[in-house]
């Protein structure tokens, strides 16, 4: 009963807060989106990567470790290991996240000379192992489609995205999701393979949430949709990333009373060993 | 007699010394690879030539699909660089190999 009673209480911010949807970015992806860069076989990478969204006087910052290795030149697989810390007003807590596997197989790939267009289907399950302090209790999946065009100058990407969430102990289920990502990207600069390099990201990322359930009744104050515009940027040096971005929102329409979300951001750090 | 047998072993030591180690053959391989788009993607390719034995020297020109790749006393065939290319990611099409013999020392 107590274990009910603090679901319950869990439930709550979350009908509020809702969860980060983010797949592995692995090396030239969008920064929120989904893209269908894999691993070179037998390649290890290591991303350690923070995330922040800020609605109302709602925080939420997550701090994660990604791994992931090359199993083929077309399929990798990995972990995120992600630490949250949350805030609802003068309410706060923070504690080991719930630990996800994931995994991502280019099925399609034509290259040309300069030019790489591929696709690739992924999928992450996110298990439900995390502190009950800061997550819904529940084993949740993302599965995953993209289209991917990389130039010596310009790039762009497509991604469709389902999150079908699972229900806890408590019987509260958070609504699923679909996401949506179309992005470009420029490099204004051509640079040699050991030099440092550019490029620049703009998303224009959808999510379409549904309304979180409670022994199988809707909750008004969940769901909804949010579209954001983000602006990002991926620097590279030969085996060494950074990627970092800001997602803005630029239409709201959530159901019943919530928060809008002010901002998100990214920063993430990437090597490839 | 001494000074004759002295300066004749003297001789072959230094013959046997160049032979074995002053020349090496080198190829020079010219290899048309597609996909190359984006210079961290190809960090794989680095990897993997690196790791043969005989690789020298590696560089890349991604504007031109161009990688070239020094060796020394090995080959690389077609075969082995196709797989070599995929497991990296990218796609190999031909080659250009040109050898010389170059001093090792």
Redesign the interface.
């Known amino acids: 009963m107590r274990l009910k009673s603090r679901h319950l209480n869990h439930i709550a911010i979350f009908v509020l807060f809702g969860k980060l949807v983010s797949m592995p970015a692995m090396?030239?992806d969008p920064v929120f989106g989904l893209g269908p860069?894999?691993?070179?076989?037998?390649?290890v990478e290591i991303a350690p990567e923070v995330k922040q969204v800020k609605a109302g006087d709602k925080d939420k910052t997550e701090l994660a470790l990604e791994l992931t290795y090359?199993l083929?030149?077309?399929w990798a697989a990995g972990i995120d290991i992600p630490y949250i810390d949350q805030s609802n007003g003068s309410n706060s807590a923070s504690g080991q996240g719930d630990l996800s596997v994931f995994t991502k197989y280019?099925f399609w790939?034509d290259?040309?000379?300069?030019?790489?267009q591929s696709m690739a289907v992924a999928l992450q399950i996110e298990t439900d192992t995390g502190d009950d302090a800061v997550n819904s209790g529940s084993t949740d999946g993302v599965l995953g489609l993209t289209y991917g065009y990389?130039?010596?100058k310009w790039y762009r990407w497509a991604a469709a995205r389902y999150r079908f969430n699972g229900e806890n102990d408590a019987g509260a289920q958070q609504g699923d999701k679909l996401l949506l990502d179309l992005v470009g990207g420029i490099?204004m600069k051509?640079?040699?393979?050991?030099?440092p390099?550019t490029?620049w990201i703009l998303e224009l990322n959808g999510e379409s949430t549904q309304n979180t359930q409670l022994n199988g009744l809707d909750q008004l104050n969940s769901g909804g949709t949010e579209w954001f515009v983000s602006p990002g940027i991926f620097w590279?040096?030969?085996?060494f990333?950074v990627k970092a971005g800001i997602q803005v929102p630029v239409a709201s329409n959530l159901n019943g009373n919530q928060q809008e979300t002010d901002y998100r951001a990214k920063l993430v750090l990437e090597w490839?060993l | 007699m001494k000074f004759f047998i002295k300066n004749t072993l003297m001789s072959l030591l230094l013959l046997s010394a160049m032979s074995h180690n002053a020349f090496a053959d080198t190829s020079t391989y010219s290899i048309r690879v597609?996909?190359?788009?984006?210079?961290?993607?190809?960090?794989?390719?680095?990897?993997?030539l690196n790791a043969i034995e005989g690789v020298k020297f590696m560089?890349?020109?991604?504007?031109?699909?161009i990688v070239t790749v020094k060796t020394q006393n090995v080959t690389l065939g077609d075969e082995q660089l196709k797989q070599l290319f995929?497991?990296?990611?990218?796609?190999y099409r031909s080659k250009k190999v040109s050898q010389t013999k170059e001093s090792s020392k």
């Open positions: 090396a030239h860069h894999v691993l070179f076989k037998g390649g090359g083929t030149g077309d280019r790939r290259d040309g000379p300069g030019l790489q990389e130039g010596r490099r051509r640079t040699g393979y050991l030099e390099d490029v590279t040096k030969r085996n990333a490839h | 597609d996909g190359l788009a984006c210079p961290y993607c190809a960090y794989g390719i680095e990897k993997k560089n890349m020109n991604l504007d031109e699909g995929n497991d990296s990611g990218f796609t």
